[in-house]
Structure formats: C-alpha cells, structure tokens
C-alpha cells in the first residue's frame, strides 16, 4: 500500500477521521511535500520512493514509472537518459522520421525496453499522430530531424498548442562542433544561422531546449518535459546528432522525480462529461477515424480503424465562402489508392459508396465481418451536398472578409 494510502487509512481509523475527499487531497498534498523536501535535501531518497509506493498518480504529480535500465549503468547515456525520461512520464510510443541527425537518437530510444518506436511517413503524421495520442495518453511525444523534419513538423506542434497539449516534440540537431562555425549546413535554408528552426517553435511552444553540452542536458531535458506536463503545452527539445551516445555522469544518478502541483477542476462536471463519453465510447465496436494520413503505418501496427473519406470533388466550404475555379481538384480513386498501400500485406478492407443503403451496408460489414481489418469507406457525394448552416456561415465569412476599408 502507497504510503499516502497509508496515512489516510491510519487518520480514519486510529483517529476517528470522516473517509472524504478533502481528507484524500489533504493526505496527499502532505506527501507530495515531504518527498519534494527530501528528494531535494537528500540525493539517495529519489530511490527510496518507488519502494514506499511511489508517488500520488491521481493528477496532483505527473504519473512517473520505473525504468527498466539501472541509472548507474554503462548505459547512461544522453539517448538512454531521455528515453528513460519519456517512459516515467507515461509515453510507451514515440512516432519518427528519420533523418541523418537524429540516427543515433533514434538508436538509443529504441534500445529503451519501455519505448516504442513508430515510424511515419512523413514529419506532420508524426506530428498529429503524438497529437492524438497526447490527447489519449495526457503526453506525446515525436521525433525528427533538423529543419528539413522540424518544419515539417511545425503545423502539428501550432495545433497542439492551439489545443492545450502536451506533445514533446524532439529534433536531432546538428553536431555540436558546428555551432558558431560560420559553416552552411544540409538541412538549413543555406545559411550559417541554426537559429530558424529554434525561432519558428519559439511561436508555438512553452518551452525550448537546444541540447548541445553534455553538462547541462539533464537539466534542460528536464525542465523541457516538466514545463509541457505542467503547462499542458508542446515543448521543443533540439539534441545535436553526436551525443545521444556519450555516457555523463548527470544520467548515472536517480533524478528527482517530476513534482507538479494539482490542476483544480470542476468535479461534478468532469464526472458526467466522463460517464457520457464512456456511454457513447463502449456502444461503438470499432473506433472511428475521419483521416486517411499514414494508412501503410496504421496497416504495419495492426491498427482495426474505420476510416471515412469524404469525397466531394473538391473545397466545399471555400465554394460557400467564395466559388470558383480553383476550388475544383483533380480527383483521385481513394479506395484505389489504399489498395495500393494495402499491396496484400496486413488486414484491410476497403470499399467505395455513393447512396444511402450503400453506407449503411459498408458500415454493417466494418463492424461485423470486417471487424478484424483496417476498414476504409470512400464516401462519394455531391459537391454542394451541405447543411444549411454551414450555408449561412459561408455567407457571412464572405461578408466579413470582403469589408472595405475604414477611411483613413
């Protein structure tokens, strides 16, 4: 039993205490303040704590998880260091794009036994794909190589910002010899500044960590990932490509663990809004995905996903605000297209409709005979099949774009 557990049943039963929640964040807010005073005031107590319970995991502290590989071994390294780091905090699977500085990176995290590596296709999959999984998880993580990966990526790391997400995005960086050369590096726009990439996340994250010294990486990694759980925002971690294999004596130690303080909600609230998403979220038998992004990763990782493509010719919503000729696209075979990624290796399923009674019957078959495949359904419909309301706010999108000018 968790100490914390511990000292609350010790104050119901021995001292006579109401069982109430007040009772329960007061016992663990004490906790958290003990083993912040001690794991700062004596380095060998971090070690003690997995074997008296750990700490609190009921959102007062970042849920923290024992790490496979010893912190005095030869394999404390920079990479191993933070693999080791993303393990404790809960992620099991980092989503890559390997690039040629981050190669070794990517050899350190996936020799963590606790870590997953999921390759993309490409750095704005990535980026989406540790998006949803914070927003499943509480954090993601991706990682990709400089400039050429970090741009890429960039879009997905604006939105996770934009949503309040904790997505740890990591770039293998160039190799620390070169900062401050003058020299013109592959990967850059051509120029000896390494700063673009760096001053583009500044925008979109709370927090920016450019790993080039071994003596303070710790530290920066550290703070980076405790700074996204704490402000529920994308952090950027950039690690020069000739470190992550070098031992320091900075990642042979047990760190602290990370100490967050809790997030106050409403109760009641956040219990109904969970049983409704619990109701409607155990009704369903397969889940449903509205994307068709990185469909020969999903294909690899035995993903069973239903997948609809709406395939209405073309920018609907542009047509509403403002029509014309650039709004029609070249149309594809979708369903094709997926055939083709398919090519006969994995479980898939795939289908196109144009009617009604065609759609439900696809969706009998994804939910029943095709449960166990990777189901894609191409959803043809008419280019001005729309809702009235989105009718309306077309309108007045086009209405407020087109104001004049005010006089000057």
Not at 21 to 42: D, E, K, N, P
Request: hydrophobic letters at 40%.
């Amino acid at each position: 039993m968790p100490v914390y557990d511990m000292m609350e049943s010790f104050l119901v039963k021995k001292l006579n205490f109401k069982p109430t929640l007040r009772l329960r964040i007061a016992t663990r807010t004490s906790y958290v303040a003990l083993t912040m005073f001690l794991a700062m005031t004596f380095p060998f107590f971090g070690g003690l704590l997995s074997f008296f319970g750990g700490l609190p995991t009921n959102g007062a502290v970042s849920t923290v998880q024992n790490s496979a590989v010893p912190y005095n071994s030869v394999e404390s390294t920079l990479g191993r260091h933070l693999a080791r780091r993303l393990v404790q905090i809960g992620v099991t699977d980092v989503f890559s794009v390997p690039g040629d500085f981050n190669l070794t990176l990517l050899d350190h995290l996936i020799a963590e036994p606790g870590l997953n590596l999921v390759g993309c296709c490409n750095e704005l999959n990535a980026g989406y794909a540790a998006d949803g999984y914070a927003r499943a998880r509480g954090v993601g993580a991706c990682v990709v190589t400089f400039t050429v990966g970090g741009l890429s990526v960039l879009n997905a790391i604006a939105g996770a910002c934009s949503e309040n997400l904790p997505v740890i995005c990591i770039v293998g960086g160039p190799n620390s010899n070169d900062y401050g050369t003058n020299r013109i590096l592959h990967h850059t726009i051509g120029l000896p500044d390494f700063t673009q990439e760096l001053r583009c996340f500044q925008t979109v994250t709370c927090y920016q960590a450019v790993v080039n010294n071994l003596e303070d990486a710790h530290e920066l990694i550290d703070t980076a990932i405790s700074t996204a759980l704490k402000e529920s925002k994308p952090v950027y971690i950039s690690v020069s490509c000739n470190l992550p294999a070098i031992p320091h004596p900075t990642f042979s130690r047990e760190p602290v663990p990370f100490m967050l303080s809790p997030k106050v909600s409403n109760k009641m609230g956040l219990e109904a809004a969970v049983e409704a998403a619990a109701e409607f979220l155990n009704k369903a038998v397969k889940p449903v995905m509205v994307t068709a992004q990185d469909v020969s990763t999903m294909l690899r990782s035995g993903q069973k996903s239903i997948i609809f493509l709406i395939n209405n010719g073309g920018y609907t919503i542009e047509v509403e605000i403002h029509d014309g000729p650039y709004n029609v696209i070249k149309n594809w075979n979708y369903t094709a297209l997926v055939d083709a990624i398919h090519n006969g290796e994995g479980n898939c399923w795939t289908t196109k409709v144009r009617y009604e009674e065609e759609l439900v019957e696809a969706i009998e078959t994804a939910t029943g005979d095709k449960k166990d495949c990777l189901c894609f359904i191409e959803v043809i419909v008419h280019k001005d099949d729309t809702s009235k309301e989105l009718l309306e706010w077309g309108s007045r999108v086009s209405a407020a774009n087109s104001r004049p000018p005010n006089p000057q």
